[in-house]
C-alpha cells in the first residue's frame, strides 16, 4: 500500500465520523462520556465520586431497558457501561444488553457489543450460552470483518461445553483464502485446546498444515499450539525437530518479509518461541540437539543490536543451549553471553543475568565463581527485586561450608521484606538448608527460632511439623540427639523468660511442644518453673486457642509432682468451663492426669518420642463393632472411590464394559516424588551407614578456620594473582578448553578495581560466599556423587534394616544384565571382604590368620582375572552366565559345569544368570532362580573348591518377606571333593516389597575338623514373582470393584512409531510378564497375580500424553511395588 | 502466557485493564489494587520487573501512564516488556502521538487495537501495518455497508 493511500486512510475515520458518530473518537469529550469522565476528574472525593457513579448506573439502566432505545444509543451506552465497570462499579443489568447488541447491532455496533462481552463476562457466566448462535450467524457471515469478531470473541472466551457447536465452521475457516481468518482460526483453535484438548484432538493433522501455512503469521499461531502440545509430551514431535530448525533458520537469515521485523529485527516472538519449543525437544536427546547446534550458534552470531529486543533473543538462547544435551564451544559462547548480561550497566539486563546464572549454576558453579563480585553488590543493591535474585543463586550454590554466611544473608533480607509470597518461599528455602547443612546445635536452633519469628503464622505449616519430626526422631547419635534437644529447650526457656508476647503463634506452639517433651532433659530446670512459663503463655490475650491447646497439653507432659501441680490444677479449673469444647478437654485432661500421676506415666510415658508409635493401619480392633453393625442391618463400608463409581453410574448410563471413571484429579498427581514407600525405606536404611557422622559434627566448629586458610583458593580469588593461576589449573573441567579458560580470565579482570577499603570488606564476603564451590564443581563435573557430610541425616525407618546394612555379610545384588561387567569387580571385592568378615566373626582359632592370608591371596589374583573378564563382557553370551569366578585356578567353564548341575525338572526352563553368593578357601556358592508357572525356584549350587570331602553342609534360608520351603528331600548334603552339591527351594511371597531378599548360612565340616559357616544373602526383585492373570473383562470389572489397595501415578508413554497405549502395554507385558486384558479406545485393562493368587488390577488411561495409572489389589503393599517396577521398566526402555 | 494487562495513571486511576484468564471480580479488585501501590512505589533507577505471587509484573511508565503486564514465570521478562513498546507503538500510529486523554476517552478503541495485537493472552499479530489496517478496516464500517472496497484493502 502506497503512503498516500496509508495516510488517507489514518484519516478517514475521524473524517467519517464526525459526521455520522460524534461521539467515538477524538472529538468524543462532548459526548455524553465526555462529560462523565470531566465530571469525575473534577470531583474531590470518593464520596462524590459514587454518589455521580451511581447516578449516572440508573440513567443508563433506565435508558437501556427502555424499547425506544436504538442500536446506536444502546453502542454509546455499552461505552459508558464498561467505563464504570472499570472504575469499580457493577453493571450487571448491561450485561444481557451487551449480548443483544451483539446479535442485534450493524456491524460498527456489534463490535462494541463483543467488547463489552468480553469484558464483562467470563467463561464460565451463563450468560455466555446466548451468544453462541450470535457467534454461529456471524462464523457464516459473508462480511469478513464479522468472521472477524467472531473468531476474536471466541478466541478470549467460549462455554466449554458448547465448543462441538461451533468447531466444524472454525475448523472450515482454516482453509479459508484470506491469511488474516486462517490466523484468527488457528488462534481460536488454541483456546479450545486449552480449554479442552479432547474436543480438537482430532484435528492434528490439520495444525501440521496450519505450521505448513504459506503466509509466516498463520505459521507463528501455529506454534502456539505446537509448543503447548511438546511441552506435554515432547517425545510426540522429535520428528518436527528439524522443521522448526530449518523455520528458525529462515527467520534468523532474514528471510520473512521486513513487515515481520521489529525495530530492525527479524520476527523476534517468532524467534522466542521457536527457540523455546527447541529447547523442550532436544532436553536429554543428542541426536535431536545434535541438528539444533549450527543455528543456536548462528542466533548468537546475529544478534549483535544493542537493543532490548536483541537481548530478549540472546536469553532465550543462552537457557535452550544450557536446557538442550551439551556442546562445549556453544557452552563456552553462552557463557560469556551471560557475562555480559550480568556485568551490564542496564539494571534490567542485571536482572536477567542474575537469572539466568541462577538457571546454569548448578551446571556450572564455576560461572558464579566468574561473576562473584558482581554478585556481591547486587546483593547491596537498593532493589529488593535484584537482592531477591540474588537470594536464589546463593541458594543454589549452598554448600555445608558457606551456609553460614548464605542463609545470614537470607534472614537479612526477610527483615525488611513486606511482601508475604516472598517470605513463605524463602523462610522454606532458609528452613532446608538449615536442616541439610547446619554445622551444628546452637546455629540449627538459633536459625530455625530466627525461621519461626520471621516467617510467623504465614510459612508453610511442614516447616514447624518436620522440625519437630527431626528433633523427635533424632538422628544416628544418641548423645547429639539429647544435645541439640537441650540446646532446643534452653532456648525457648530463655525466649519465655523474655517477650513470647512477640512470638508468632506457630513458634509458640513449637516451644511449648519441645519443652514438654523434653524440658526434662535440663535437670536444674524445675518442672514448675515451666509450668508457670507456659502459664503465662495462656494469660496473654492474642494466644489462639489452638495454642492454647498446645500448651495445655504441654503442661499435661510436665505436671510431674511437687509445685508443678499446684500450677497445673490452677489453670485447668480456669480452662475446664472454657466455651472452647478443645480447649474444655484438654484441661479435664490436664487435671484428671496431674492429679493420677500412675496414670499419667502409662498414657504419657517420658520421652516417648523415640519410641516408634505401632498403628494398626487396618483398624482391625474395629472388626466387632463393624460385625455388629452390620449384624444390625447397617449398610456394607465402601470407598470414595467406588462411592463416586457408583454415583457416576446412577447418573447416565455407562457405555464402557466397566463402571470406571478416572477422577480427572489423578492427573495431577506427580510422578517425580512418588516412590514406593518400601523403596524408600530401603534407601534411608543404607544412608543410615555413616558411622563418622557425629565426628563430622564434632569438627564442623574448624570449617570457618578453613575458609581463612583456605583463602584465594577456594574463596575468593583474587584478580593477577598467581594463586588464582593454580587454582583453576587445579579445578579439572572436561566441558571448558583452555583457550576458553584464558578468555574467562580476561573477562573477570575487565571488572574495575574499586577503591581497596569497602573492597576489602567484599572480598571477605565473597570468599565466605563462595568457598567450597570450585572444588565442589569439580565433583559434580567427573559425574561422582557429591559427598556433601550432612549433619541432620534422617535416622533410618527400621532400625532392623540399618543394621542388617552394615552386618550382612553378603555381596547383596540386583541382578541387572547389563552391568554385569560392573558387577563382577564389585562383587569380587565384596565377597572378599565377606569372606574376611565371615572368618573373623566366626572367631575361628588356629586357621584365623592363614584363612585370612589365603582369602588375601586369593583376592590379588581374582582382580586382574575379573579384569581381563570384565573389558571383554562378550565372554557373558546371552545368558551371561559368566558372572564373577571366585576361584581363579578353576577352569573358566564352571558357569556352565553348574548349569548341568540344574536339577532336571527345570534344565527346559529358563533360569537367570548363575550369581555367586560367596566364597571362602573351601566352599564356593552360587544360586539361580527359575521362574515356573506357579512357582519360583532358587537353586544354589555350592561348590567344594578344597581338595578333601566335605560333609555335613547345611543350608539355611530365611527372609522376611519371602516364605521358603525346601525342595530336595533333606537338607544336609555331603560334596566330594571338586564337585557340585545342590539345594533346591520354592520361594514364595509374604509381604510384597520392590525387592525381596533371602538371607541364608551354610554350615559344613571338614571330615577332620570344627564346624564352619559362611553367609551370604539373595536379592530378588518382586518382578520374579509376577505372572499373568487371564481373565475376561466382565470378571476384571466385578474383581476391580473388590480391591481395597490401590494407587494411581502418572508414568511415561512410549511411542514408537505406533499407537503409544499399546506399545507401551506391550513393554510393560514383555518386561512384567503382565496380561493385557483389553485395550479399549485411550483406555487399557492389565491383570497379573503375585504367586500365590494374589492379584493386582492395572487400568491405565491416555491423559495429556501420560499415561495415567491406576493398580488394585487386596495385597497391601503390592500395587505401589508393582507402580515402582512398571515405571522403572519404562524408563529404562 | 500473559495472565492480565493494566493501565493506570501516576494517581493510580484504572484507565484500561484486560484479563486473559479468568477472574472473579473480587480477585481483579484486589489485583488491581496491588499493582496499583506496588508499582506506583518503585524507586526511579529500579528494574522494571516484579514478583507477584507465582507470577511475573512488568510494567513501564510512557508520560504520565503506567502499563503494567503480568506474565507467568517462566516466560522471558524482556520480551514482555517489548510487548508493552509495541502496544504504545501502535495506539500511536492510531491515535497520532497518542496522550493519556486519547486513551481516556477513547478506551473502547485502545481496546479494539489490543484485541488485534494480542489474543487470549497470546500475541496474534507483530506487525503495525496489519494491526491498523484491521482497525481501519473495521473502523470504516458503516451501517448496512457491504465494506466490499476495503477489504479489498485488509485482506488484499
Not at chain 1, 963 to 974: H, K, L, R, Y
Not at chain 1, 1070 to 1087: C, D, P, R, T, W
Not at chain 1, 1092 to 1121: E, I, K, Y
Request: hydrophobic fraction near 40%.
Amino acid at each position: 500500500m502506497s503512503d498516500v493511500v496509508e495516510k488517507t486512510l489514518t484519516a478517514l475515520p475521524s473524517l467519517l465520523s464526525l459526521d455520522s458518530q460524534p461521539g467515538s473518537t477524538k472529538l468524543s469529550s462532548t459526548s455524553k462520556l465526555g462529560t462523565l469522565i470531566r465530571g469525575i476528574t473534577e470531583l474531590t472525593s470518593k464520596h462524590e465520586e459514587e454518589k455521580l457513579i451511581q447516578r449516572e448506573l440508573v440513567s443508563i439502566k433506565e435508558q437501556v431497558s427502555s424499547p425506544n432505545t436504538s442500536m446506536r444509543q444502546m453502542k454509546e451506552l455499552m461505552v459508558r457501561a464498561i467505563y464504570c465497570e472499570m472504575l469499580g462499579y457493577e453493571a450487571s443489568f448491561s450485561y444481557i444488553h451487551a449480548i443483544k447488541l451483539a446479535q442485534q447491532g450493524t456491524a460498527l455496533e456489534k463490535r462494541v457489543g463483543y467488547l463489552a462481552v468480553s469484558l464483562f463476562l467470563n467463561e464460565s457466566h451463563e450468560l455466555l450460552l446466548l451468544l453462541v448462535n450470535t457467534v454461529l450467524k456471524d462464523l457464516q457471515s459473508t462480511n469478513l470483518i464479522e468472521v472477524c469478531m467472531a473468531l476474536t470473541v471466541v478466541s478470549q472466551m467460549f462455554p466449554k461445553d458448547m465448543i462441538p457447536a461451533i468447531l466444524p465452521l472454525v475448523e472450515e475457516k482454516l482453509n479459508h483464502p484470506k491469511e488474516i481468518i486462517r490466523r484468527k482460526a488457528v488462534l481460536a483453535l488454541y483456546k479450545f485446546y486449552l480449554i479442552a484438548p479432547n474436543q480438537v484432538q482430532h484435528i492434528h493433522n490439520k495444525f501440521r498444515k496450519a505450521l505448513c501455512d504459506k503466509d509466516p503469521g498463520v505459521m507463528t499461531a501455529s506454534l502456539h499450539i505446537y509448543l503447548q502440545m511438546i511441552e506435554e509430551n515432547p517425545e510426540g514431535y522429535k520428528d518436527l525437530a528439524a522443521s522448526f530448525v530449518t523455520i528458525l533458520k529462515q527467520v534468523v537469515g532474514g528471510k520473512l518479509p521486513m513487515d515481520f521485523n521489529y525495530h530492525s529485527v527479524p520476527a523476534p516472538w517468532l524467534q522466542i518461541q521457536l527457540l523455546r519449543i527447541l529447547s523442550l525437544l532436544g532436553k536429554n536427546d543428542p541426536s535431536t540437539s545434535e541438528i539444533m547446534y549450527e543455528v543456536l550458534d548462528e542466533s548468537l552470531r546475529r544478534a549483535e543490536i544493542n537493543h532490548n529486543i536483541t537481548y530478549a533473543i540472546l536469553y532465550e538462547c543462552v537457557k535452550c543451549i544450557y536446557t538442550i544435551d551439551p556442546k562445549s564451544d556453544l557452552l563456552e559462547k553462552a557463557a560469556k553471553c551471560i557475562g555480559n548480561f550480568v556485568l551490564s550497566p542496564k539494571i534490567n539486563l542485571k536482572y536477567l543475568g542474575l537469572k539466568a546464572l541462577t538457571y546454569v549454576v548448578q551446571q556450572d558453579p564455576k560461572l558464579a565463581l566468574q561473576h562473584q563480585m558482581t554478585i556481591i553488590e547486587c546483593l547491596d543493591h537498593p532493589d529488593l527485586i535484584i537482592k531477591r535474585e540474588t537470594l536464589e543463586i546463593l541458594f543454589r550454590i549452598t554448600n555445608a561450608q558457606n551456609v553460614t554466611v548464605i542463609v545470614d544473608k537470607m534472614l537479612e533480607f526477610l527483615r525488611i521484606n513486606k511482601d508475604d509470597y516472598t517470605t513463605i518461599d524463602l523462610v522454606g528455602k532458609v528452613a532446608e538448608l538449615a536442616e541439610k547443612y547446619a554445622p551444628d546445635n546452637e546455629w540449627f536452633i538459633e536459625t530455625m527460632s530466627t525461621v519461626f519469628s520471621v516467617g510467623g503464622d504465614l510459612m508453610q505449616p511442614d516447616i514447624p511439623n518436620s522440625f519437630l519430626k527431626l528433633l523427635s526422631e533424632g538422628f544416628d547419635s544418641v548423645e547429639e540427639d539429647r544435645k541439640l534437644r537441650l540446646f532446643a529447650v534452653d532456648s525457648y526457656v530463655s525466649l519465655l523468660q523474655g517477650e513470647p508476647g512477640k512470638l508468632p503463634q506457630r513458634f509458640l506452639q513449637v516451644i511449648s511442644w519441645v519443652l514438654g517433651e523434653y524440658s526434662f532433659l535440663r535437670e536444674e530446670l524445675e518442672a514448675a518453673t515451666v509450668l508457670r512459663l507456659l502459664a503465662k503463655l495462656l494469660d496473654m490475650k492474642n494466644t489462639s486457642s489452638e495454642t492454647k491447646s498446645w500448651v495445655l497439653m504441654a503442661m499435661t507432659k510436665l505436671c510431674e509432682r511437687g509445685a508443678g501441680v499446684s500450677v497445673a490444677q490452677e489453670v485447668s479449673e480456669t480452662y475446664s468451663s472454657s466455651l472452647d469444647t478443645v480447649l474444655r478437654q484438654r484441661a479435664q485432661e490436664l487435671q484428671h492426669l496431674s492429679r493420677h500421676s500412675e496414670l499419667r506415666a502409662r498414657v504419657l510415658p517420658r520421652d516417648a518420642g523415640l519410641e516408634p508409635l505401632e498403628v494398626d493401619s487396618s483398624l482391625s480392633f474395629l472388626d466387632g463393632f463393624v460385625s455388629e453393625a452390620l449384624a444390625a442391618g447397617a449398610a456394607p463400608y465402601k470407598p470414595p472411590h467406588q462411592r463416586q463409581e457408583e454415583l457416576a453410574q446412577a447418573k447416565a448410563l455407562s457405555l464402557e464394559p466397566y463402571g470406571l471413571s478416572l477422577p480427572i484429579s489423578m492427573s495431577s498427581c506427580s510422578i517425580a516424588d512418588r516412590q514406593s514407600p518400601t523403596l524408600l525405606s530401603i534407601s534411608s536404611g543404607l544412608s543410615g551407614e555413616s558411622p563418622d557422622l557425629s565426628h563430622k559434627g564434632g569438627s564442623s566448629t574448624l570449617k570457618l578456620d578453613g575458609v581463612k586458610r583456605l583463602w584465594g583458593r577456594e574463596g575468593y580469588l583474587a584478580q593477577r594473582e598467581p594463586v588464582e593461576e593454580s587454582a583453576r589449573v587445579e579445578v579439572p573441567s572436561p566441558l571448558r578448553s583452555p583457550s576458553q579458560q584464558g578468555e574467562a580470565d580476561s573477562s573477570h579482570s575487565q571488572t574495575p578495581i574499586p577503591t581497596p577499603e569497602p573492597e576489602q570488606e567484599k572480598q571477605q564476603l565473597a570468599s565466605s560466599l563462595f568457598v567450597g564451590l570450585s572444588s565442589q564443581s569439580s565433583v559434580c563435573l567427573m559425574g561422582k556423587s557429591e559427598p556433601t557430610p550432612q549433619r541432620f541425616r534422617r535416622k533410618a525407618k527400621s532400625p532392623g534394616s540399618s543394621s542388617s546394612a552394615s552386618e550382612k555379610t553378603s555381596n547383596s545384588l540386583v541382578s541387572t544384565p547389563s552391568t554385569v561387567d560392573n558387577l563382577m569387580c564389585n562383587n569380587l571385592l565384596d565377597s572378599n571382604i565377606t569372606s574376611e568378615l565371615v572368618v573373623s566373626s566366626l572367631e575361628q582359632t588356629s586357621q584365623l590368620s592363614q584363612g585370612l592370608a589365603a582369602a588375601n591371596g586369593t583376592c590379588d589374583a581374582e582382580l586382574t582375572d575379573s579384569d581381563v573378564k570384565g573389558s571383554s563382557p562378550s565372554l557373558c553370551g546371552d545368558n551371561a552366565v559368566a558372572a564373577a569366578d571366585p576361584a581363579p585356578h578353576e577352569d573358566p567353564c564352571k558357569d556352565l559345569l553348574l548349569t548341568s548341575h540344574l536339577p532336571a525338572e527345570l534344565s527346559g526352563l529358563s533360569h537367570s544368570e548363575i550369581t555367586p553368593l560367596c566364597s571362602n578357601q573351601s566352599l564356593d556358592l552360587s544360586a539361580s532362580h527359575v521362574q515356573k508357572e506357579d512357582s519360583l525356584v532358587l537353586v544354589v549350587f555350592i561348590y567344594n573348591s578344597s581338595d578333601s570331602d566335605i560333609q555335613q553342609i547345611l543350608l539355611e534360608l530365611d527372609s522376611e518377606e519371602i516364605e521358603v520351603s525346601c525342595v530336595c528331600d533333606s537338607a544336609v548334603q555331603e560334596a566330594s571333593s571338586h564337585s557340585v552339591a545342590v539345594c533346591q527351594y520354592s520361594l514364595t511371597v509374604k509381604t510384597p516389597s520392590v525387592h525381596v531378599e533371602v538371607v541364608g548360612t551354610v554350615s559344613y565340616q571338614f571330615p577332620a575338623g570344627t564346624p564352619q559357616s559362611l553367609q551370604f544373602s539373595y536379592k530378588l526383585p518382586l518382578t520374579c514373582f509376577i505372572r499373568p492373570l487371564t481373565v475376561s473383562t466382565e470378571e476384571y470389572g466385578t474383581m476391580w470393584l473388590d480391591f481395597s489397595h490401590d494407587t494411581k501415578q502418572n508414568l511415561t508413554l512410549i511411542s514408537d512409531g505406533q499407537e503409544p497405549l499399546a506399545a507401551t502395554l506391550n513393554v510393560l507385558k514383555k518386561k512384567l510378564q503382565l496380561h493385557v486384558v483389553e485395550i479399549i479406545g485411550m483406555e487399557g485393562i492389565v491383570a497379573c497375580r503375585l504367586l500365590q493368587d494374589q492379584p493386582c488390577l492395572m487400568h491405565c488411561r491416555l491423559n495429556a500424553g501420560t499415561l495415567a495409572v491406576w493398580l488394585r489389589s487386596p495385597v497391601p503393599a503390592l500395587p505401589d511395588c508393582l507402580m515402582y517396577h512398571c515405571q522403572r521398566a519404562l524408563q529404562e526402555h | 502466557m500473559m495472565r492480565f494487562l493494566l493501565l493506570f495513571s501516576r494517581q493510580g486511576k484504572l484507565r484500561l485493564q484486560k484479563w486473559f484468564t479468568p477472574m472473579t471480580e473480587r480477585e481483579k479488585k484486589k489485583i488491581t489494587r496491588d499493582m496499583t501501590t506496588m508499582v506506583l512505589s518503585r524507586q526511579p533507577r529500579s528494574c522494571n520487573f516484579l514478583h507477584w505471587k507465582d507470577l511475573k509484573i512488568i510494567y513501564k511508565r510512557y508520560a504520565s501512564l503506567y502499563f503494567c503486564l503480568a506474565i507467568d514465570n517462566q516466560e522471558n521478562e524482556l520480551i514482555a516488556l517489548e510487548v508493552i513498546q509495541r502496544y504504545v507503538e501502535l495506539l500511536d500510529k492510531y491515535f497520532g502521538n497518542v496522550c493519556e486523554l486519547d486513551i481516556i476517552f477513547n478506551f473502547e478503541k485502545a481496546y479494539f487495537i489490543l484485541d488485534e495485537f494480542l489474543i487470549g493472552g497470546e500475541i496474534q499479530e507483530t506487525s503495525k501495518q496489519m494491526v491498523n489496517r484491521s482497525i481501519e478496516a473495521s473502523d470504516m464500517l458503516q451501517e448496512g455497508d457491504s465494506s466490499e472496497w476495503f477489504e479489498v484493502e485488509l485482506f488484499g
